[in-house]
């Protein structure tokens, strides 16, 4: 099965008030434990990748081959779109021409017309290939060199002229951010996210940072419009708390455990375990 946009499966998922949950590569590995869970569960995912990861991993169109490559090999047959994440103006472009089949381009940082017009400028180029287009409005706060922002609460007024520019789904700033969340933080802003639903209608709405905001707030966003969820960070924690047990059970000292296969299939299993619940909490499985 070939990689797909991601309009289609998001606009099935405002309408059935489900979300589709993005969870980010990081490695090899969590290509192939995002798919294997995705087909387990008969849910359709999309598999995003950030600019530093794109570096990390020899560039757009290796992903791209790579992840093609695996849906092939591993047989699956539920919709996989593969998108960029909080893409600069100069990496969405290099993703559309190679092979990317959704893109985010963040233009939250720069004054709204700035955003406007280098938004408008990729829904052209990438809906001239059948590619989806996700836009922000209001940044999105998060952890950096130990210093956690808390971003900025979007403007209504302002997605909505983003919306009208045709873009496929928005990513909006609630209070949401981007890695661990402080013990006092003061969760979504609800009101803030009805007022912008408002504002752009059926438009589906994304929700960044979805990683370790409680299950009651997860829900109660889907059921105001969010169908878009992004998970990266409890992933990443997975993986490493099971391969750090590995080590302390001494499992490489087994056999051929010292095998970086072996080391890695415990931190795979565990990436794939968290997919699935999140997954099911995003009430996406059986959708494809």
């Known amino acids: 099965m070939k990689l797909v946009s991601a309009k289609e499966m998001l606009e099935d998922a405002e309408k059935g008030h489900y979300a589709i949950g993005q969870f980010n590569l990081n490695n090899m590995e969590s290509v192939r434990a995002f798919l294997l869970a995705a087909q387990e569960t008969k849910s359709p995912i999309i598999l995003g990748l950030s600019g530093g990861t794109a570096k990390y991993m020899g560039g757009y169109r290796t992903i791209t081959d790579m992840v093609q490559g695996f849906v092939n090999f591993l047989g699956i047959t539920v919709p996989v779109a593969l998108h960029v994440d909080h893409g600069k103006y100069s990496e969405v472009l290099d993703a559309i021409e190679n092979g990317f089949t959704s893109v985010m381009f963040d233009g939250s940082a720069y004054p709204i017309a700035v955003n406007i017009e280098r938004t408008k400028e ?9 590619i989806s287009v996700e836009a922000e409005v209001g940044g999105i706060g998060g952890e950096e060199d130990g210093h956690i922002a808390r971003g900025e609460c979007a403007d209504p007024i302002q997605c909505r002229m983003i919306a009208d520019l045709g873009v496929d789904f928005l990513a909006a700033g609630i209070g949401n951010i981007h890695g661990k969340y402080p013990t006092d933080w003061e969760g979504l802003h609800f009101d803030l996210l009805s007022d912008i639903k408002n504002q752009i209608g059926d438009l589906p709405l994304v929700l960044h940072g979805g990683s370790l905001i409680p299950a009651d707030q997860i829900r109660e966003a889907i059921r105001r419009g969010v169908a878009k969820i992004n998970v990266n960070t409890e992933c990443q924690i997975a993986f490493t708390e099971a391969t750090r047990k590995y080590f302390e059970e001494n499992k490489d000292k087994e056999s051929k455990g010292f095998t970086p296969r072996a080391v890695l299939a415990y931190g795979l299993e565990a990436t794939k375990a968290m997919c699935i619940k999140k ?8 959708k494809a």
Do not use: N, P, Q, T
């Open 279 to 286: 997954l099911e909490l995003f009430g996406s499985i059986g």
């Open 122 to 130: 990729i829904v052209k180029l990438a809906h001239a290939k059948g």
